[in-house]
């Protein structure tokens, strides 16, 4: 392997990425380690393995680290404005696990829109949840964000919660008003925890003089996908902290989920996306006037774009009624969309899209017939808890048709597309109201409990 000169490669700074990319391009060292490749492999035809290291002495060790590491998370906090930063290589789903590891036992309050991660820590950790019931705007399906009047009430009427916690930005782009229900939480003595899976690239918005108050890290615990929406691989995320908490503490939670075997091409990947970020920080602002040229030409043409006072600027969600079938065709002209599901389509952008990219979606999209979407989902059906979700996930079970459940208990989660919200999760009754939206939104059998 030929060796290059990486600090000509790179101007900006990511050490630890350096080092992991200095040991994978030492010729002189002999590997008697993990893993069973030993960098010798060719993966993809790329010399990729050379990369793919484990914990030694040369390299790093996520849960001891030493110099590079730690100074490449404590550069994520500066970057991100918050107190302490971890890294992951699990993804968000395990910083959702994290996070909630510090409330073992205790009631928490959720927007019912959260990811099946979340659902499933609370269920192991035995955390009571009370959920606020997120609304559809009437006209095109789309999921809304909780509102603060709505975590007030809860809060009001609940005084033994101790967290909230909510998903802003939700997939659809629409973003919740943290700085408001950040202050309500600080009112009433609870944590605030926001899983920003989708948001890492919102705080380079903030300082903007015409963007809107996003406060994406103004959290007690946020937790980052950065490789949702910033240069990293998949699987590398992080957990912010906004309280004084030591690393050894996270990390002590962490291990109660993660595999002791992180990837280290994760790790430095999420260095190497920081490093660039800190550098590049304009880059995004400029993929945002793009996006917005390409939102102004389809609205002009009479396509739904969807869009809200707090909405994230790198994302474009088109609502219509033959929505499956464009995306159908825009797949077959090598346009491939995040998501569609229902009236809307999902489009995920960067500054790593090409200007080529921006014209090959723009010219296919105009070149759509657009139907006007049509509102299908009713109110959305609250439910109760008959028996705690663990009880109900690892007891007996059997499948039975939706119509012959009503006032079972449900023994595994429900969460169809659309709307992607979860319509039971394990240990609540079926209610009628639960069975007849469930059968709108096709879902013919539930597994509910033996009991």
């Given at each position: ?12 700074n ?19 380690h993990?893993?069973g ?6 993966f993809f ?18 849960f ?11 550069r994520?906090?500066?970057?991100f404005?918050v ?13 959702n ?8 036992g205790?009631?928490?309050l ?8 979340a ?10 949840p ?7 705007d009437?006209?095109t399906?789309v999921v ?15 005084k033994?919660?101790?967290?909230v916690?909510?998903t ?9 008003d943290i700085?408001s ?13 926001v899983?920003n ?6 705080v ?5 003089s015409?963007?809107?108050?996003y406060c ?5 615990i946020?937790?980052?996908?950065a ?7 998949t699987?590398a ?10 690393r050894?503490?996270i ?11 992180p990837s280290f091409l ?24 793009k996006?917005?040229?390409?939102k ?5 043409q009479?396509?739904?774009?969807i ?5 994230d600027?790198m994302?474009l969600?088109?609502?219509a009624?033959n929505a499956?079938?464009i ?10 969309s995040e ?19 921006f014209?090959?979606?723009?010219n296919?999209?105009l070149e759509?017939?657009?139907?006007c ?8 059906p ?7 979700s ?11 048709d ?6 079972m208990?449900?023994a595994?989660?429900v969460i169809?597309y659309?709307?992607?919200v ?12 639960n ?17």
């Amino acid at each position: 392997m030929n060796s290059i000169d990486i600090t000509a490669e790179m101007d900006f700074n990511a050490n630890f990425y350096k080092k992991i990319r200095q040991y994978g391009e030492n010729n002189g060292i002999h590997r008697f380690h993990m893993p069973g490749h030993k960098g010798a492999e060719k993966f993809f035809g790329t010399d990729i393995a050379a990369y793919d290291v484990t914990e030694t002495e040369k390299t790093d060790n996520l849960f001891f680290p030493k110099e590079e590491l730690i100074e490449a998370e404590q550069r994520a906090a500066r970057l991100f404005g918050v107190k302490r930063t971890v890294f992951l290589a699990g993804g968000a789903t395990l910083g959702n696990q994290t996070a909630l590891s510090f409330f073992q036992g205790r009631k928490i309050l959720f927007e019912r829109n959260i990811h099946i991660s979340a659902l499933n820590a609370a269920m192991l950790l035995d955390i009571e949840p009370v959920f606020a019931y997120n609304g559809f705007d009437s006209h095109t399906d789309v999921v809304l964000p909780i509102s603060p009047d709505e975590i007030q009430k809860k809060l009001d009427k609940d005084k033994d919660i101790s967290a909230v916690f909510l998903t802003s930005p939700n997939y659809y782009g629409l973003c919740a008003d943290i700085r408001s229900i950040k202050e309500i939480c600080d009112k009433h003595a609870v944590k605030l925890i926001v899983d920003n899976s989708h948001g890492t690239h919102l705080v380079f918005f903030e300082n903007c003089s015409d963007a809107p108050d996003y406060c994406s890290h103004m959290a007690d615990i946020t937790v980052d996908s950065a490789h949702k929406t910033l240069p990293s691989l998949t699987g590398a995320a992080m957990i912010h902290f906004n309280f004084e908490i030591s690393r050894e503490e996270i990390c002590s939670h962490m291990l109660a989920f993660s595999s002791t075997s992180p990837s280290f091409l994760i790790l430095a990947s999420l260095d190497y996306a920081c490093g660039w970020c800190e550098k590049n920080k304009v880059r995004f602002q400029e993929t945002s006037n793009k996006v917005d040229k390409l939102k102004e030409k389809l609205k002009s043409q009479g396509i739904h774009v969807i869009e809200s006072d707090l909405y994230d600027p790198m994302r474009l969600c088109i609502a219509a009624k033959n929505a499956a079938k464009i995306d159908l065709h825009l797949r077959n002209k090598g346009i491939i969309s995040e998501m569609q599901t229902g009236n809307l389509i999902v489009f995920m952008l960067s500054p790593f899209n090409s200007d080529e990219d921006f014209s090959a979606i723009e010219n296919a999209l105009l070149e759509e017939h657009f139907e006007c979407p049509e509102h299908n989902i009713k109110p959305f059906p609250e439910t109760t808890m008959a028996i705690p979700s663990k009880k109900a996930f690892f007891g007996k079970n059997t499948e039975t048709d939706v119509k012959k459940a009503v006032g079972m208990i449900a023994a595994r989660a429900v969460i169809p597309y659309p709307p992607g919200v979860p319509i039971l999760i394990p240990g609540e009754l079926i209610t009628k109201e639960n069975a007849d939206f469930l059968m709108i939104n096709n879902t013919k059998k539930v597994t509910v409990c033996e009991i």
